[in-house]
């Protein structure tokens, strides 16, 4: 039996400044008494941490935490949050603030240290410039070095610290006490321009780096928003109450108006009203709700107003789940392991172990000048491996590269993420809003027989009805005549009825016309099987004795669509489709996109757990979503991409946003993620190529040889060299393509048999009555067996029996169909 004292929790961290002090704080909680496991995510500054309550709390974290340097927010509530925001926006603000100021007072320094030495009064001026940098907007990094130091570790800041502190402090000394050089035959140079511009732009790459980070908080917030704070309550004299949201508890009955979101899940007891339920499954069609018929929180309810039942409130919505999810998926991830980071905890304390060794090696082997030539030495090798080149590797072409991406309408939000696109090998699309437009439409308008007023009186009729597949009909129909309709009358799950000229006329379903005995010609009952077959909603249009026509609603896939999914699958890149529509719809979609995986009836829960399972079998996941119901599976993505026309909080959750919601972008992004990261990695192999050559020359390898010893103020414009090369290559990252061809080919690579073509022009489309089906396990037989056949596609329906049947490699005969169908499916007879 599971232990109840054991509990999960997770806490904002505040006060980390890279990889390094997140793996400090994730040993200090792991070392703390009753604590089973912890796990520190830097990306997100939130630490999970699993423990026994018998023998630890919070409060006894929150104390270990602040001891190691840092502080862990441990009040649970609705405001923990804001708490969170306004501490990153602290540090956001004071950090653009000593950075502003770095740079504007480390230019003077570097043009009179590069341009006019010989000036009067050059060195005080220098020095009362880069005193404030160094010791005000340089200060953390001398508190980091610090603190790290005392935990027995090193990082990035250590470098920092020690090359710019020794630097400046050597400087100072050449200033002030200029003979003691003079007197052995070396002129004193000053290097407070190394010193300040070091600090400015070590201070800018965090300042970026802090700004892309984002606040991973604001998707949680938004989610929580849906949420309305009051809600109207029926008492017992059916008198109307208004009461904040904690106060709701099950079995209370609440009025929902129109217009306004539904607080908590429940159950309709009166009334009736459709309901945008988008949010949970991304379907664009809002949702009839009847008495009996399930609500749930954060869904938006339409036109009309009904009363609901109470049944999960707080922590138990579906809501509430989703961003509990969310939350998870994010926290769940590793901790964003900062590659110069990871370098610098063994460059630190080999550079400065070089450093001391030189100058006891110059003592001990150079007699007289040997303290000479080895504080030289030291100073030379310190400055030299100065991490200039270094901080700058990565964050110039960060912003290259997110830059780039920006000109192409590819919005990305972190450096991982484009480090993590590199690696992607399989990409999961939501279907609505997605691959297909994510709104109804009118696809295709079949008359039984020319008459003027047939679109007039249609448009009318839907122009009154409160059903949303209306609105694609007005919209269709907007330019038609608008006619007076009469005696207007809405049927529940059928579809309306109303008069015009004394001529009654519906719209609705095929039942509406059923139970009015209204007759249905032969061509518009073809045409609505094939509209059927092509997964189009089909509105029947009719008078009292016979149907007028037919309107196929769809929501059509994006003209890019298709494009983009053979360019991945080109590029060796799984494509899966996920949707939470039906099953026969999600196939069409999927045939028509191109897409060989997919699965229908999803709900955002399972979204995510898919995803999850594509992970445990060893793939890197993308996520391409636009939906609140896709936000869960895009926190549990490696890569998470969002529709720029879709919700707000998708947008935040994910590390990338396509701004026209056009799918050819993500081929367009992974291209631009594997061209960034070859930089990245250029960048830093100069960098440390650099390093590798300078100090040992530094360290005076080759005095003994030919008598050279590196001058420290050669090696300062060695080290500036190496920094404006690494922005030269990042800046070649500006000329490469990431376009995609605007008609890309399909593959050459072998293909799965079942590969199902999108629709080509040149297909011919022929339907055929099938006899002898009694079931669905007929009709998937018969379809099966005609799909077997080398370029054919066929779509099987029971009612009515038809197959229709398409050919991209010439028609074949219904012999050879019948023959198919014989051999591989049984009894079943096929008629023109």
Request: glycine share 8%.
């Amino acid at each position: 039996m599971a232990n109840k004292d054991i509990v999960q929790e997770t806490f904002p961290v505040l006060g980390m400044s890279c990889a390094s002090c997140s793996a400090r704080v994730e040993k200090t909680l792991n070392h703390q008494p009753g604590v089973r496991k912890a796990v520190v995510n830097y990306a997100s500054a939130m630490a999970t941490v699993e423990y026994d309550l018998q023998n630890c709390s919070p409060e006894t974290l929150q104390q270990a935490v602040q001891a190691a340097g840092y502080d862990l927010l441990i009040k649970q509530d609705e405001n923990m949050p804001d708490e969170v925001e306004q501490a990153h926006d602290k540090k956001y603000r004071a950090l653009k603030f000593r950075t502003t100021w770095a740079i504007a007072l480390s230019v003077p320094v570097m043009l009179i240290g590069m341009f006019f030495m010989d000036m009067p009064y050059a060195n005080p001026v220098m020095w009362l410039l880069s005193t404030p940098i160094v010791f005000w907007q340089g200060r953390g990094f001398f508190a980091s070095a610090w603190k790290q130091l005392k935990h027995g570790s090193a990082n990035m800041d250590t470098l920092v610290a020690n090359s710019t502190g020794i630097a400046y402090l050597f400087s100072l000394f050449n200033m002030l006490f200029p003979e003691f050089w003079l007197e052995r035959g070396i002129h004193p140079h000053v290097y407070f321009e190394a010193a300040s511009v070091i600090i400015a732009f070590i201070l800018l790459g965090r300042l970026l780096e802090e700004k892309a980070k984002g606040n991973t908080s604001s998707a949680i917030r938004k989610l929580m928003g849906l949420q309305p704070k009051t809600v109207t309550v029926i008492t017992g004299s059916s008198s109307e109450r208004i009461v904040p949201i904690e106060q709701i508890r099950p079995g209370d009955i609440i009025l929902v108006k129109p217009g306004e979101r539904i607080a908590v899940d429940g159950i309709v007891t009166e009334g009736s009203s459709y309901v945008d339920e988008s949010m949970l499954s991304g379907e664009p069609v809002a949702v009839a709700k009847q008495k009996d018929a399930k609500v749930f929180a954060g869904t938006i309810n339409q036109k009309g107003s009904f009363r609901f039942s109470a049944e999960k409130v707080g922590t138990d919505t579906l809501l509430a789940k989703i961003i509990h999810m969310v939350q998870d998926a994010q926290g769940s991830k590793a901790p964003v392991q900062q590659l110069v980071d990871r370098i610098a905890a063994i460059f630190v304390p080999v550079i400065i172990g070089i450093a001391v060794l030189s100058f006891v090696a110059w003592i001990l082997l150079d007699g007289q000048n040997g303290f000479t030539h080895g504080l030289l030495a030291l100073v030379t090798v310190l400055i030299i491996a100065c991490p200039c080149a270094l901080g700058l590797a990565t964050p110039t072409a960060i912003m290259v590269g997110i830059g780039k991406g920006a000109e192409r309408g590819i919005l990305i939000k972190d450096a991982e993420s484009l480090e993590i696109a590199k690696k992607i090998d399989t990409v999961v699309l939501d279907k609505t809003g997605t691959v297909t437009e994510g709104k109804p439409v009118v696809g295709d308008w079949i008359q039984a027989a020319q008459a003027a007023d047939t679109e007039d009186i249609f448009y009318s009729l839907e122009k009154l009805s409160e059903h949303p597949l209306a609105e694609a009909v007005v919209r269709h129909f907007r330019n038609a005549r608008t006619v007076k309709i009469d005696n207007f009358e809405s049927i529940t799950g059928r579809g309306v009825r109303g008069e015009w000229n004394g001529k009654t006329y519906y719209a609705g379903n095929r039942k509406l016309l059923e139970e009015h005995r209204i007759s249905i010609s032969q061509s518009l009952c073809e045409g609505a099987a094939r509209l059927t077959a092509d997964a189009q909603t089909v509105i029947w249009f009719a008078d009292h004795e016979k149907a007028l026509a037919i309107a196929g609603i769809t929501d059509r896939i994006k003209p890019t669509s298709i494009q983009a999914v053979s360019e991945l699958q080109s590029a060796g890149i799984e494509v899966y489709m996920l949707t939470g529509d039906n099953e026969a719809t999600a196939q069409e979609i999927a045939r028509k996109a191109g897409i060989l995986h997919y699965k229908a009836g999803v709900l955002p829960q399972e979204k995510a757990a898919f995803i999850g399972n594509l992970q445990k079998n060893g793939k890197k996941v993308a996520m391409v979503g636009d939906g609140i119901n896709d936000s869960a599976a895009l926190a549990q993505a490696d890569l998470s991409i969002a529709m720029g026309g879709g919700s707000d909080i998708a947008m935040d959750v994910a590390k990338m946003t396509i701004i026209s919601s056009d799918l050819t972008k993500i081929p367009e992004a992974l291209k631009l993620s594997k061209l960034t990261v070859r930089t990245i990695r250029q960048n830093l192999f100069w960098a440390f190529i650099y390093n590798i050559i300078g100090v040992p020359v530094a360290a005076g390898v080759l005095y003994p040889v030919n008598g050279f010893l590196l001058n420290p103020m050669i090696a300062g414009a060695a080290m500036a060299f190496s920094s404006v090369s690494v922005v030269t290559n990042s800046l070649r990252l500006k000329r490469k393509k990431i376009e995609i061809a605007e008609s890309p080919a399909i593959g050459n690579a072998a293909k799965p048999d079942n590969e199902v073509k999108p629709l080509t022009k040149k297909v011919m489309k022929k339907e055929f009555k099938v006899e002898g089906m009694m079931c669905n396990h007929c009709r998937m037989h018969v379809e099966k067996a005609l799909n077997g056949m080398d370029g054919v596609h066929a779509t099987v329906s029971l009612n009515p029996p038809v197959a229709t049947v398409e050919f991209s490699e010439g028609e074949k005969t219904l012999d050879e169909l019948q023959a198919a169908v014989s051999a591989e499916a049984g009894d079943y007879t096929l008629k023109e």
